[in-house]
């Protein structure tokens, strides 16, 4: 029996004592596998961007003491992230990120001290913009967490006006509202691709040029982020809407899921009880205003998905066979986080399903929708 314990038992003790150690060394990285940054060149927002990072686990976040310099009026908040370890993926997104600049800076750099991370460092006039973070949790387990760069100066005129009114829904006064349509995805991007070999692309774009048509014949203004088979980055996306003004913002998408039997139409919007504020630097009473404004963006939204939501499914039943209503739901998709106005994602039935997918690559299906999705907007501008 000693033998046997010397000769096999105490090496396989060793080596899986090995195994072990590392194994428990490599399950303290948290894998950044997402990063997206949503600048807004505007002062007329509450918001002047956002800064999104999408983690295998939720990280620890801690504010950094601060150890440089200021630039000018230009001073920095840093946030370090320990055992955080950025993908493969991630490393260029990262680089582009670090190289925008406009009324703020952004940087994150990979570093050994304290211990292994990263550390986000935001380079801002603090006597204009405030820092805050929410985590959320985000579709496939991954955890997200929120930066948001507010606008003070914006804020202090609200406090001063008694809070009227809060967002620029409607603000051009004496026209017709501006309605931004996103057809999803694009260029290299197909999206899903479904039954027969289509492309969630194509569906999303044929539908979105219907809508925009329907709403031009009735008057109303309409910027498209993408009129083409493009390539069209998110931050793209939330940088057309902001930049144009646009009063509301609809996203148009096609779904897919590995269970084939998966039917049916549904419509996201974000919703304040998913993200958990974690940490801001503006005062009790500009964080009520914050409050308030993000309060009624959300309301705008939740209304606008009901109204889209029913209209799409009432439409369908009118010319096809009933839709599954998978109803209102809400998400933290990059769309509705990065956009300043009430916004939604439509999600108009799922291309893995044989016989959805035949119809949203039928033209007068597209059509129908297109009208569902026209009726639901009118309804909400008009309520």
């Not at 686990?57 to 840093?78: D, K």
Request: proline residues 3%; neutral net charge.
């Amino acid at each position: 029996m000693s033998t046997i314990i010397e000769r096999f038992l105490l090496p396989l003790f060793f080596v899986m004592s090995i195994l072990y150690a590392f194994n428990s060394l490599g399950n303290n990285s948290i894998i950044l596998h997402k990063a997206f940054h949503h600048g807004i060149n505007d002062e007329s927002y509450i918001e002047r961007g956002t800064l999104s990072f999408y983690f295998s686990s939720t990280p620890v976040i801690t504010e950094m003491p601060a150890n440089l310099l200021p630039s000018g009026e230009m001073s920095y908040t840093s946030f370090f992230l320990p055992h955080v370890v950025v993908s493969s993926e991630c490393d260029a997104i990262i680089k582009n990120i670090n190289n925008q600049h406009g009324a703020y800076s952004v940087t994150i750099v990979k570093t050994m001290q304290p211990e292994n991370g990263i550390v986000v460092t935001f380079g801002c006039d603090k006597k204009k913009m405030a820092i805050s973070y929410d985590i959320f949790d985000s579709i496939g387990l991954q955890k997200g967490v929120a930066f948001h760069i507010h606008n003070k100066e914006l804020i202090n005129i609200l406090q001063e006006k008694n809070n009227q009114p809060l967002l620029r829904t409607l603000w051009h006064s004496g026209s017709k509202p501006v309605i931004g349509i996103d057809p999803g995805h694009g260029g290299a991007d197909s999206g899903t691709i479904g039954c027969y070999g289509i492309k969630e692309k194509d569906v999303c774009l044929a539908v979105s040029k219907y809508v925009a048509q329907l709403l031009q014949d009735n008057g109303y203004s309409v910027i498209l982020t993408r009129n083409d088979d493009v390539n069209l980055l998110l931050s793209d996306r939330t940088w057309c809407a902001n930049t144009h003004h646009v009063d509301l913002f609809v996203s148009i998408h096609a779904n897919f899921s590995f269970n084939a039997q998966a039917q049916g139409i549904e419509t996201f919007y974000i919703s304040p009880h998913i993200l958990k504020q974690c940490y801001t630097s503006l005062s009790d009473n500009e964080a009520y205003i914050v409050k308030l404004a993000l309060k009624e963006k959300y309301k705008k939204s939740y209304n606008l998905a009901q109204l889209i939501q029913n209209c799409l499914c009432e439409k369908v039943t009118q010319n096809f066979q009933a839709p599954v209503n998978r109803k209102v739901k809400f998400s933290v998709s990059q769309v509705v986080l990065g956009t300043q106005m009430p916004c939604v994602l439509i999600e108009m039935g799922f291309l893995s399903h044989e016989n959805e997918s035949r119809l949203l690559n039928a033209e007068n299906y597209q059509k129908t929708l297109a009208q569902g999705i026209f009726q639901g907007i009118v309804l909400y501008l008009s309520s």
